[in-house]
């Protein structure tokens, strides 16, 4: 869902609000998915900090 929120965002060019109601869900957790996609992409990046 992370992924999908992502590509719709920065590949599509949607707005979170958009996204929100594309996948029937609030734009608060559409805007927490797509947070999540960027830490999960820094971390494979740049490797978790201890």
Known sequence: ???EVY???RVEGRTIDEIGER???PTEEAEALFFAAL????????????
């Not at 830490?39 to 740049?46: A, D, N, P, V």
């Open 39 to 50: 830490r999960g992409l820094h971390e494979r990046i740049y490797g978790r900090k201890n």
């Open 7 to 9: 590509v719709l965002h």
């Open 23 to 25: 996948l029937f869900c």
């Open 1 to 3: 869902m992370e992924r």
